[in-house]
Nanobody
């Protein structure tokens, strides 16, 4: 069974930073593409970032580029999202999600970030609140 456990959410003032972590277990970490999504109250779900351990690639939504950095620690089976220069509009529940494409499709991050494929595994979410 694949488990994704997020940590690191919290409250911060605008301009501040937070670091989210997602610990994965139950599948070969090297084969996973791991994403961060967010959902603000009353809004739809938005893909924020993706890192593909299998393809060695990463990508971001336009809203995250230049401010957020995703990284993978294969020794700890953990993906982190460093969020800097946070804005009130970044306030949302952030979810870690993962998919094990195993060659079913290529360009994993492009496919997953743009909704062509749905991640099979999801964490419970962690709240991020940015005050002005």
């Amino acid at each position: 069974e694949v488990q994704l456990v997020e940590s690191g959410g919290g409250s911060v003032q605008a301009g501040g930073s937070l670091r989210l972590s997602c610990a994965a277990s139950g599948l070969s970490f090297d084969g996973l593409a791991i994403l961060w999504f967010r959902q603000a109250p009353g809004k739809g779900r938005e893909a924020v970032s993706c890192i593909s351990n299998r393809e060695g690639t990463m990508d971001y939504a336009d809203s995250a580029k230049g401010r957020f950095t995703v990284s993978s620690d294969n020794a700890k089976n953990t993906v982190s999202l460093q969020m800097n220069s946070l804005k009130p509009e970044d306030t949302a529940v952030y979810y870690c999600a993962a998919d094990y494409a195993n060659g079913r499709y290529l360009g994993e991050c492009y496919q997953l970030l743009n909704g062509f494929h749905e991640p099979a595994y999801w964490g419970q979410g962690t709240q991020v609140t940015v005050s002005s």
